[in-house]
């Protein structure tokens, strides 16, 4: 996978986005996605739509994360399934080309 690490100007690390391209499906996965910094996720969602080798970008994230689906949901991701775990259900998303300049 190809992991990336943002850090700020005194070197402490501030987000992180780990992304595969998956070789037996013609997706790229964003595994997972990290920031603490205000409007570093976006920068870090964008980097991932740029590094992209499939045309479908896909994430998880947990049922019970509103913050996170809103998030996703304004820069364009939209959910394609559920997966309905024993403690935790799992929504899975794809990214649909929306301009990310929000």
Same mark, same amino acid.
């Given at each position: 996978?190809?992991?990336?690490?943002?850090?700020? @100007?005194?070197?402490?690390?501030?987000?992180?986005?780990?992304?595969?391209?998956? +070789?037996? +499906?013609?997706?790229?996965?964003?595994? @997972?996605?990290?920031?603490?910094?205000?409007?570093?996720?976006?920068?870090?969602?964008?980097?991932?739509?740029?590094?992209?080798?499939?045309?479908?970008? @896909?994430? +998880?994230?947990?049922?019970?994360?509103?913050?996170?689906?809103?998030?996703?949901?304004?820069?364009?991701?939209? @959910?394609?399934?559920?997966?309905?775990?024993?403690?935790?259900?799992?929504?899975?998303?794809?990214?649909?080309?929306?301009?990310?300049?929000?």
């Amino acid at each position: 996978g190809n992991i990336h690490i943002e850090r700020n @100007e005194q070197g402490k690390i501030v987000g992180y986005l780990w992304l595969e391209n998956l +070789k037996k +499906k013609p997706i790229s996965r964003i595994e @997972e996605i990290c920031s603490v910094q205000r409007g570093l996720g976006t920068k870090l969602i964008q980097r991932a739509i740029e590094q992209r080798i499939h045309p479908t970008l @896909e994430l +998880k994230v947990v049922e019970y994360n509103s913050n996170a689906i809103t998030f996703y949901q304004h820069r364009g991701f939209v @959910e394609v399934s559920r997966e309905h775990g024993k403690k935790v259900n799992n929504i899975t998303m794809h990214y649909g080309g929306k301009n990310l300049e929000r």
